[in-house]
């Protein structure tokens, strides 16, 4: 951006008086399955047909209090930009600058101030986006806009809650995570670094996930739809009713100790509960460190603000743990190196065609993550081998083509026919002549024939 045609473009497009940039609606508002910020970002500008990154530089950037080189713009754009999803005071004054640029009302609910209020800011957020690939599949054969919801980009929510599906983190082609903020202009659901698709059928191998984790999941899912109620409905939360409501019972004999017993954390994180909550520098405890605690015990977050706390006392009274514990994600599962390694080597000395690591994982039996895991080397050098393959596959063929209307083009002029467009289409392979490289091959021999295109 800074062209003058781009500007031209983006003053053409402006909406009405009132506002500076077009407001769409974003997707999902006021649902759990709400749009993320930096989705409604990346969604603007390409509205607009320029890439989002080039749309924050132009009209967003000289609005908000920080300063960015263009070296500094593009590792935010990359990664930090994250943050604007979040519930600090980044994401209060993007979300408040976006609201008064568009005209579009109550973006902040974009972000997790609309969801977790004045909980600490740190903590809750991936460090780069994730996404359902079945999800982005079904929306685009349902003609549904495509977009990064902010359920996903909980550190916390590790499956898609509609399809039992690990989200994923890194493309399955190049194996790279996705920029916050993209610099492309192509459609959204494809990959920020090369491009390709990123949704998948739901009948695709995925990484399984076990019954304990979907039931945590559930329950995860259940009790931030909960907050998000609250908060949607009334004012942001307030978390000093969370901690305010908690300390009578940890107060109780013993307490400690059976609370240490019930949920497995240690009781000097209680302690530190006692203390002065959401103070400044005082310690606050992550929502993942909250909703474990809550999981065990057998109640939400809500149900603690709102002292409804009979089953908490009971437990902590009984010493008795309603569930397990969270379960933590199991190890990565052995797999045969030397398999592996053999295959591997296989492809890489010319033995075996390339293969995409997807279809790599696919006949070897293992997940994807898996393979980029054990050999992250020797799996970026296959897929560089196989992306060279295709291009080189994809230039035969097109040689191929062209080679094609060539001879057919000898032929019907050495049997003193005219090779029109139309003849060459009834003698070519279906759809061979829509291709540029035959049209400009067809117009080459025509010109070596000493024809007139007609």
């Known amino acids: 951006m800074g062209r003058q045609d781009n500007c031209s473009v983006l003053s053409a497009l402006d909406g009405p008086p009132r506002s500076r940039l077009y407001g769409p609606v974003p997707c999902e508002m006021g649902t759990i399955w709400t749009e993320s910020l930096t989705s409604y970002v990346n969604h603007l500008g390409w509205v607009y047909r320029v890439s989002p990154r080039e749309l924050v530089a132009q009209e967003l950037v000289p609005h908000v209090a920080a300063s960015y080189s263009s070296p500094q713009l593009t590792a935010f754009c990359r990664q930090t930009a994250m943050s604007l999803n979040g519930n600090g005071g980044l994401a209060r004054e993007w ?201 065990a015990c057998g109640v939400t977050p809500l149900q603690i603000m709102g002292n409804q706390l009979a089953s908490l006392r009971d437990l902590i009274q009984r010493g008795i743990a309603l569930r397990p514990a969270r379960p933590r994600r199991p190890a990565s599962a052995r797999i045969d190196r030397q398999k592996c390694l053999e295959l591997i080597q296989a492809i890489l000395d010319g033995r075996e065609e390339p293969l995409s690591i997807r279809q790599l994982a696919k006949r070897l039996g293992y997940g994807e993550h898996a393979l980029t895991d054990h050999f992250p080397q020797e799996c970026a050098f296959i897929t560089k081998m196989t992306q060279e393959y295709r291009k080189q596959r994809q230039k035969q063929r097109l040689e191929q083509a062209c080679d094609q209307v060539r001879q057919a083009m000898m032929t019907l002029h050495a049997q003193g026919i005219y090779p029109s467009h139309r003849k060459l289409r009834a003698l070519l392979p279906i759809g061979l002549m829509r291709m540029p490289e035959a049209t400009i091959t067809w117009h080459e021999v025509l010109r070596e024939l000493g024809l007139d295109m007609r």
């Not at 459609?187 to 304990?212: I, K, M």
């Not at 909960?226 to 004012?235: D, V």
């Not at 908690?246 to 530190?272: K, V």
Request: proline share 5%; charged share 20%.
């Open 95 to 295: 979300s408040t600058l976006l609201e008064r640029l568009t005209g579009q009302a109550d973006l902040h609910l974009l972000t997790l101030y609309g969801w977790i209020g004045n909980l600490s800011s740190r903590g809750h957020l991936r460090a780069m986006p994730t996404w359902c690939p079945v999800c982005y599949a079904k929306w685009r054969e349902q003609g549904f806009r495509i977009y990064q919801s902010l359920l996903w980009q909980y550190q916390v929510v590790t499956i898609c809650p509609q399809h039992q599906r690990r989200l994923e983190t890194r493309c399955p082609q190049c194996h790279r995570p996705q920029s916050v903020i993209t610099v492309n202009r192509l459609q959204p659901g494809v990959c920020t670094q090369c491009g390709a698709w990123l949704g998948a059928e739901a009948e695709t191998r995925s990484e399984r996930v076990s019954e304990d984790e979907t039931v945590w999941q559930h329950w995860v899912i259940q009790a931030l739809e909960e907050l998000f109620r609250a908060s949607f409905e009334a004012s942001p939360l307030q978390w000093e009713q969370f901690f305010t409501g908690l300390a009578p019972y940890l107060q109780e004999q013993g307490a400690y100790s059976r609370l240490e017993r019930l949920t497995g954390m240690g009781r000097t994180l209680f302690y530190r509960w006692q203390s002065t909550p959401l103070a400044p520098y005082s310690y606050t405890p992550s929502l993942e460190t909250i909703l474990e605690f809550c999981y």
